[in-house]
C-alpha cells in the first residue's frame, strides 16, 4: 500500500487518532508561548530600563571609506578619537609627496605631487598636482582626486601652463595633458580639469621639456623598426593569435620582473607650440632610436629625468642607453650617454663616452654654455657599485674629471643658476647629504656640506636666488616631506599633509647611530631604534629584530621606508638593530669594495661583532633575537643557518628572496655581472669554487633553528627557485620552517594588500618564537 492511500485512511476512518494529535499540538503550543513569555519579559524590561536610563552616547568615528568618495588621508586622521602604536597599514596610509617645483619666474609658489592610497581596502591610488604660496602657507589641490588615476612627471612650460602625464582619458593610458592655471590659484575651489594632448595608442612613460617650452622629449615602449601605432596594431595581432611561444636569440629572457619580448624604451622628440592657449606638436615626434635594438631610459629604473638632457638653447638633446645589442648585456654595466643636433635635418647620434667600457649615465647640460655637460661615469667594467665621479664634457677636449681624489659616489648633480656652481647628492655615512661645490672652473675648488641629517633629494633651484631651493627631506623617524632651504640656519619644512596622521600614531623616537670594532679591527657603523615602549628601567629588556641589508653594496641609511621599517618593529616592542657591515656603500670606496670576494667573512664577522656590541650597549634581551634579510641579507641569513656559532644566537631567521644556492644562482639571474664580480671576477664555469666558497647550500647539515622564507615569483634577479629550496632543505630536515610565497610580487614586495600579508606573517612569526 502506497504512503499516499494509507494517510488517506487515517485521515477518514480513523477519528480517535486525529483528536490525540490535535491535544498534542495545543500542549505543544501552551509551553512554546509559555517559554516565549519567560524570555521576553526580561528583555523587555531591558528596553524599558535603557529607554529611561540610556547609556552615554560612543564617540564618534572617523567616516568610513567607499570606491565612490573622497576623503584625504590627513582628514580621516584628524577624526580618530586616541593615538595608537604604529603599523604598516599607517605607512601605507601616508601621503607621498614628490618632485617641488618653483614658480618658474617669481619662486613664490610651488607645484608638488600627492600620491595617497584610498584606505581601508587598498584597492586603489590617486596622485594628483598640489599648490603652495610659500608666504602665505595656502594649498590648493589642482587636479581631481580619482581613485585609479595618477598625475605625474609635470613641468612648468610657462609662468600659467604645466604639461604632465596622467592616464586621466578615456583609454586609461599614460598621455599628455596640459593645466592653464588661473591668475589668482588662491581662489580655485573645485579644481582644474585639464586638456589632453595626445592620445597614442601606448602608454607615454617618460616626459621632459626645455627650459624655453618649445620642444620636448617622450618615450614610448616600441619595437625598434616600428612606430608607435605599428607596435600597437602588432600588440593586438599577437594578442588575438593567442601564442604564448617566446622565442631568444640573445639575452636577457627576463630582466628584473619583465620577460624581454621585443619593445624597447625609445625616446621621441618634437617641437611644440602654444596656439589659443593650448601646446601642440609642430609635427610628427622622431623616434631618436629608430632601428636600433636598446632602451633609453635604460632599464629597470632608468628614467627621463635622470638620464636625457636639453641643452641651454633647447637644440641638443643628451640621452644615456645601454648597449642591448647581443648577449653582453648580461654581463656588462656599459652604459654611454649620445648627444643629438635638433636643428639637423637628419638627427644623427654621437656618442661622447665610448672610450670607458664602464657606466656613463645622467648627462646634464650647463645653463648657460650649449657646449658643456657634466656626467655621472665609473671606471671599473662589471662592477654596478663602483664609485661614480663627476665628468666634464666640453665638446672638443678630452673628458676631465671633476673633484678625482674626493672617496664619495655622486648619486645626482645639479647645475646653479650661473653655471658656475654644482648642487651634489651622495651618501655619507648612511645618510643621503648635500654638497655645494663653488667655482667648478677653479682647480682647488672644493665642496661644502649644506644639510647632512637624514636623507634629502630632488634639489630644485629658485629662479632668481643660487642659494635658495627646494628638495625632498626624510629620515628613521619622519616621511618624506618637501622643504624649503635658505641657509644652513633656515630650513624649514612646506608641507603638513601627514601632521594628523604623524600625531596619532606612537613610533620609536630614540634613534642613534654606535659604532664598534668590526672585521680587521675597522670601525664598523650600525642603527639601534628604541622600542615604541621604551628600555628605561624598570622594564624589561626588549626583544631584538636584527635586520640585514641586501645589496649588499647598500646601506641601513637614516631614511624612512615604505617595504622595510624600522618603526613597524619598533612599534611592536622590539629593539631595532642594522648593521653597515664590510662591502656597505656611503662610507668610502674601499670600505665598499672589501666585500668583493668575502660574501661569507668580513660582513658575517661584523654582524657577530655588531650583535655583541649591540647587546652590552642597550637595554636588549639577547635571547629573543630574531634576524631578518633580504635578497643578499637573505643569503647572509642562510649561510648563518649552516653556522650554529651564529645561528644558535637567534631564535628564528626570516629569509626574504634571498640567495641559497650560489652556482645555481650565477646560471639563472638575469645580470650576470652581480655574481660575477663579487665572486672576484669569475664566471661559474672558469672558477666553480669561487662560488661553492660562501654557497649556503653547502652547509644545510648544519641548519637547526626556525626558518621564515618569503619569496616573489616574479623575482628574476633571485628566482623563486632559490626560496623553495631553501624551504625544501627545511622541510626535508624537519626543521620548523613556513614559506610565504607571493606570485605577483618582484624582488620586493610593492602591492599593499601583500605588504600588509608580510607584515603580519613576519610579525606573527616573529611573536611566537620570542615573546
Given at each position: ?83 595608537r602604536d604604529f603599523t604598516q597599514l599607517d605607512n601605507l596610509r601616508l601621503d607621498r609627496l614628490s618632485s617641488p617645483r ?198 629597470p629604473f632608468g628614467d627621463g629625468k635622470a638620464e636625457w638632457s636639453f641643452s641651454a638653447s633647447g637644440n641638443k638633446f ?194 642613534e647611530a654606535f659604532s664598534f670594532n668590526g672585521s680587521q679591527n675597522e670601525m664598523v657603523w650600525g642603527w639601534y631604534v ?242
Amino acid at each position: 500500500m502506497s504512503g499516499r492511500a494509507s494517510d488517506h485512511l487515517v485521515s477518514h476512518n480513523s477519528d480517535h487518532p486525529s483528536k490525540s494529535k490535535s491535544r498534542q499540538a495545543l500542549t505543544a503550543t501552551a509551553f512554546f508561548l509559555l517559554g516565549a513569555i519567560v524570555i521576553l519579559i526580561p528583555a523587555l524590561i531591558l528596553i524599558l530600563r535603557k529607554a529611561n536610563c540610556p547609556d552615554p552616547p560612543s564617540p564618534p568615528g572617523p567616516p568610513a571609506w567607499n570606491s565612490s568618495d573622497y576623503l584625504s588621508n590627513s582628514d580621516y586622521y584628524s577624526q580618530l578619537p586616541e593615538a595608537r602604536d604604529f603599523t604598516q597599514l599607517d605607512n601605507l596610509r601616508l601621503d607621498r609627496l614628490s618632485s617641488p617645483r618653483f614658480h618658474p619666474k617669481n619662486g613664490k609658489t610651488v607645484i608638488y605631487l600627492r600620491k595617497q592610497y584610498h584606505m581601508p581596502d587598498l584597492k586603489g591610488s590617486t596622485t594628483t598636482l598640489h599648490w603652495i604660496d610659500l608666504d602665505t602657507n595656502k594649498t590648493v589641490q589642482l587636479t581631481r582626486p580619482i581613485w585609479g588615476i595618477n598625475d605625474q612627471q609635470f613641468y612648468w612650460v610657462d609662468d600659467k601652463a604645466i604639461l604632465f602625464l596622467s592616464n586621466r582619458g578615456s583609454s586609461g593610458l599614460n598621455q599628455l595633458f596640459q593645466l592653464n592655471l588661473p591668475d589668482d590659484v588662491s581662489a580655485i575651489g573645485n579644481f582644474i580639469e585639464p586638456t589632453q594632448i595626445t592620445d597614442y595608442a601606448l602608454d607615454i612613460d617618460n616626459l621632459l621639456v626645455n627650459k624655453q617650452g618649445t620642444r620636448l622629449a617622450f618615450s614610448c615602449q616600441v619595437f625598434a623598426n616600428l612606430t608607435i601605432q605599428q607596435t600597437a596594431d602588432r600588440h593586438a595581432t599577437d594578442k588575438a593569435s593567442g601564442s604564448l611561444v617566446y622565442k631568444f636569440d640573445k639575452l636577457f629572457i627576463r630582466h628584473w620582473d619583465e620577460y624581454m619580448l621585443g619593445p624597447r624604451h625609445h625616446p621621441f622628440v618634437v617641437s611644440i607650440q602654444q596656439t589659443n592657449g593650448i601646446y601642440n606638436f609642430t609635427k610628427a615626434p622622431t623616434d631618436v632610436l629608430f632601428n636600433i635594438d636598446s632602451d633609453a631610459p635604460t632599464r629597470p629604473f632608468g628614467d627621463g629625468k635622470a638620464e636625457w638632457s636639453f641643452s641651454a638653447s633647447g637644440n641638443k638633446f643628451a640621452y644615456t642607453r645601454q648597449h642591448d645589442e647581443n648577449s653582453s648585456v648580461a654581463w656588462s654595466t656599459n652604459l654611454d650617454i649620445f648627444t643629438v643636433d635638433l636643428t639637423a635635418d637628419t638627427l644623427t647620434s654621437v656618442c661622447i663616452t665610448c672610450d670607458n667600457h664602464a657606466a656613463d649615465t645622467n648627462p646634464s647640460f650647463s645653463p648657460i654654455d650649449e657646449h658643456v655637460l657634466v656626467y655621472r661615469a665609473q671606471a671599473v667594467p662589471g662592477y654596478e657599485s663602483d664609485q661614480f665621479k663627476i665628468k666634464f664634457f666640453n665638446g672638443s677636449n678630452p673628458n676631465t674629471t671633476l673633484l678625482d681624489s674626493w672617496d664619495r659616489s655622486i648619486q645626482a648633480i645639479t647645475w646653479s643658476l650661473d653655471g658656475k656652481s654644482l648642487f651634489l647628492e651622495l651618501g655619507e655615512e648612511a645618510r643621503n647629504v648635500i654638497y655645494k661645490l663653488s667655482n667648478i672652473s677653479s682647480p682647488i675648488s672644493t665642496p661644502t656640506r649644506l644639510i647632512r641629517e637624514g636623507s634629502s633629494h630632488d634639489i630644485n633651484l629658485h629662479p632668481t636666488d643660487n642659494d635658495v631651493f627646494l628638495y625632498t627631506h626624510d629620515s628613521i623617524t619622519a616621511p618624506p616631506n618637501v622643504y624649503l632651504y635658505s641657509s644652513p640656519t633656515s630650513m624649514r619644512p612646506v608641507t603638513v599633509h601627514n601632521n594628523h596622521l604623524l600625531s596619532k600614531v606612537r613610533m620609536g623616537k630614540v634613534v642613534e647611530a654606535f659604532s664598534f670594532n668590526g672585521s680587521q679591527n675597522e670601525m664598523v657603523w650600525g642603527w639601534y631604534v628604541e622600542p615604541v615602549n621604551g628600555t628605561a628601567e624598570p622594564a624589561p629588556l626588549a626583544p631584538l629584530a636584527f635586520l640585514i641589508h641586501g645589496g649588499p653594496q647598500s646601506s641601513w641609511y637614516d631614511a624612512w621606508s615604505f617595504r622595510w621599517n624600522y618603526q613597524a618593529f619598533s612599534a611592536q616592542g622590539y629593539a631595532v638593530i642594522a648593521i653597515n657591515f664590510h662591502g656597505s656603500d656611503s662610507y668610502g670606496q674601499k670600505f665598499t669594495d672589501s666585500i668583493t670576494g668575502h660574501y661569507g667573512t668580513l660582513p658575517y664577522e661584523d654582524l657577530q661583532l655588531g650583535l655583541t656590541a649591540a647587546i652590552e650597549r642597550y637595554r636588549i634581551n639577547g635571547t629573543r633575537a630574531a634576524a631578518l634579510g633580504a635578497s643578499y641579507g637573505g643569503f647572509m641569513i642562510n649561510w648563518i643557518a649552516g653556522h650554529p656559532e651564529m645561528s644558535h644566537r637567534f631564535r628564528t631567521l626570516i629569509c626574504h628572496d634571498g640567495l641559497f644556492d650560489m652556482r645555481g644562482m650565477a646560471y639563472s639571474t638575469e645580470e650576470l655581472w652581480f655574481s660575477e664580480h663579487d665572486a672576484g671576477g669569475f664566471t661559474p664555469y672558469e672558477n666553480p669554487e669561487a662560488f661553492e666558497q660562501f654557497n649556503p647550500v653547502n652547509h644545510v647539515a648544519n641548519w637547526s633553528q626556525p626558518m621564515l622564507v618569503i619569496h616573489g615569483g616574479r623575482d628574476y634577479r633571485v628566482p623563486d627557485t632559490q626560496g623553495i629550496g631553501a624551504f625544501t632543505a627545511l622541510q626535508r630536515r624537519g626543521i620548523e620552517s613556513r614559506m610565504l610565497y607571493l606570485p605577483n610580487e618582484n624582488h620586493w614586495t610593492l602591492n599593499p594588500f601583500n605588504s600588509l600579508i608580510w607584515y603580519q606573517e613576519v610579525l606573527d612569526w616573529m611573536h611566537r618564537l620570542t615573546i
